[in-house]
């Protein structure tokens, strides 16, 4: 086996022209490893050598390590065009063959996307968008959004390509500074572009800013994606601080003093800027109420850019989205000075949702929990606003349909994976119910809720949401059906089923109903506590409706949870999850039944 001296002599004396370009690549593929680099990479300083060559060597070359000083220099020196196409195959090449969060994966595409920066400086051709669009379009497909190091570089990126020049921001804390590769190259040492054309038209240069509007969207919607934000639980915290368990740790607290937190907080704020800097900030309200109304865009890069209707490169619906609700959520929380929406509830808010949502809804929530957590952001805040409708939506036929809008919210707090955005979706759901000023709406959407709904967690919201509305009307001398028995005559058989077929069931049946209804039933006790056991709603409960339900509700129930109780006890059965969590249930159950004076 040779020496690394003599592989060294060896690729130092074939160079051409000892040898031609082909033979000279098959004795450097045949030669690379870690040792031989420092002196190869003195080899590619020669110019004219890397031009002919560069581009063939990236594939070489990526997967050895300590090989990012070489592809510099090709990327300095190698012909642009040749060698953008070649880092584009490879990266299509590198994330088709690896997985999610793999390292390895991700330090190529860190070098990859580095060069890229510096062949995009040099490539000097009439119409760039060409060679641009192709870049975005491999650059995005082959991003792994979990990564802080593939985020920078992206943005680095996306500045270079921009004819809006400056420094990158500095991020909140120097604890989430990132270094990106070949920061620190020297465009002096740059050779120029070969095949050098005329300047760009002034319709490219458009072209080429909607690509990358295009492109940061997309990146912007795919980081929030796929980081946990914390948007809407911390807005809820910073609108509503009398929510917060006292004593309980907040997500306010935690971005404050968790590095790594703060570090996720810095690259959305930088994309956000990039985005900005790309003119983003400075669109009308009518422009952005334009582009709120367009149909869905969720791949925008796909379609081919045309220079003479730049017009037809879209933004991404979601990135844009999540644009917005990070100015409106940094108002707030980091005192940030940003233009904001001149948007209302009812018709746009509403329009929005309805339209990202679609028609599979459960899989359009599941499949983006950043984009609808910007969505809930946009609303909470709009509701504080007092920015419920606009002048344009005076009715149903103009945009304002709270049933409709009550329902998406619903949707949201049911599908969506993290458990503080369903509560985020939750407490606005409430608080639009009790803004509609139609009480029969807001008996109708309680009415529709507890017959029609299949999950019991929001059957129990809207007992909740009942008794609010009965507080609120009493609070507010209402002479309405909330503070009338018409109310609970209307749902009285929805509020209080009956389950008198509930004696006749064995105990896995009864375990089964309960795993499925208990959520509910532990809500519609607590009401009829309270319903029953004040002297201030009495009045709302119709004429011999305490008789009729402990008949039909509170007695069968009460035999389900001591025949639960029994036969766990006997272990006839096992429990729902713990057998100490569902007996636990059971006693309050059976404690708050037997505390309702029915008599």
Request: glycine share 4%.
């Given at each position: ?57 990236v ?11 070489c ?17 584009l ?59 802080a ?14 004819s ?15 270094d ?29 800013n ?11 919607e795919?980081?929030v ?57 400075t ?6 109420k ?18 003479e ?9 979601g ?21 904001l ?47 419920l ?10 945009g ?11 949707l ?12 985020a ?6 608080l ?12 109708a ?30 609070k ?8 009338s028995?018409?109310?609970l005559?209307a749902?009285?058989?929805t ?6 077929y ?16 208990s ?8 009401f009829?506590?309270?319903l029953f ?59 708050t ?7």
């Open positions: 086996m040779s020496s690394v001296d003599e592989v060294i002599k060896r690729l130092r004396e074939s160079r051409p022209p000892a040898s031609d370009p082909f033979t000279y690549l098959t004795i450097v593929e045949k030669s690379l490893s870690p040792e031989v680099l420092p002196a190869f990479g003195e080899i590619l300083e020669d110019a004219e050598l890397t031009k002919d060559i560069g581009w063939d060597l594939e070489m070359l990526i997967s050895i390590p300590g090989s990012e000083p592809l510099e220099t090709i990327a300095r020196l190698g012909n642009p065009r040749e060698v953008i196409l070649k880092v195959e490879v990266l299509d090449s590198n994330s088709e063959s690896s997985e999610a969060g793999d390292a390895s994966a991700s330090a190529k595409f860190i070098t990859l996307v580095g060069m890229l920066t510096i062949l995009h400086r040099r490539l000097k051709v009439k119409a760039p968008s060409r060679f641009i669009h192709s870049t975005l379009q491999a650059v995005y497909r082959a991003y792994d959004p979990h990564g190091e593939t985020t920078a570089v992206v943005i680095d990126l996306v500045r270079a390509l921009s809006h020049k400056r420094p990158p921001l500095p991020t909140r804390q120097s604890s989430t500074k990132l990106t590769p070949f920061q620190e190259s020297d465009p002096a040492k740059s050779a120029p572009d070969p095949e050098a054309e005329a300047t760009e038209s002034p319709a490219e240069s458009e072209l080429v909607r690509l990358l509007r295009s492109f940061i969207t997309s990146i912007l795919a980081y994606n796929s980081n946990n934000m914390e948007w809407a639980s911390r807005q809820i915290e910073y609108l509503s601080p009398e929510r917060i368990v006292p004593g309980k740790p907040t997500m306010l607290q935690a971005f404050k003093q968790i590095p790594e937190l703060q570090a996720t907080d810095a690259l959305v704020g930088q994309l956000v800027a990039v985005a900005n800097d790309l003119g983003l900030s669109l009308s309200s009518d422009e952005v334009i582009l709120l109304q367009e149909p869905v865009s969720s791949n925008p890069l796909s379609i081919e850019p045309d220079s209707h730049p017009e037809t490169t879209k933004l991404s619906t990135g844009f989205l999540c644009f917005i609700a990070y100015r409106i959520f940094a108002s707030d929380i980091f005192d940030a000075n940003y233009h929406p001149d948007i209302a509830i009812f018709p746009d808010h509403h329009v929005l949702l309805k339209n990202f949502l679609g028609e599979d809804a459960q899989a359009k929530i599941v499949g983006n929990p950043g984009t609808i957590e910007a969505l809930i952001v946009m609303a909470l805040w709009l509701h504080d606003q007092k920015r409708i606009g002048s344009s939506a005076t009715s149903k036929e103009t304002v349909d709270f049933m409709s809008y009550h329902h998406l919210l619903t949201v707090s049911v599908f969506h994976p993290a458990l503080r955005v369903r509560n979706a939750t407490v606005l759901a409430g639009i119910l009790h803004a509609d000023t139609e009480e029969d709406d807001r008996l959407i309680l009415e529709d809720l507890l017959e029609n709904c299949m999950f019991s967690s929001l059957q129990a919201c809207a007992v909740t949401w009942l008794r609010e509305e009965l507080i609120l009307a009493r507010a001398g209402s002479k309405g059906r909330f503070t028995p018409s109310c005559d749902l009285q058989y509020l209080f089923p009956d389950l008198v509930l004696y006749d069931a064995d105990a896995l049946e009864l375990r089964e109903y309960w795993a499925q209804n959520p509910f039933h532990l809500q519609v006790a607590n009829a506590l309270f056991g004040g002297a201030d709603f009495k009045g709302v409960a119709p004429a011999g409706m305490a008789a009729a339900i402990e008949h039909r509700y509170v007695r069968p129930l009460q035999a389900t949870a001591k025949t639960l109780k029994d036969a766990i006890e006997k272990e006839e059965i096992e429990a729902e999850g713990t057998d100490s969590e569902m007996v636990m249930q059971l006693d309050i159950l059976t404690d039944l037997e505390r309702i004076p029915l008599q």
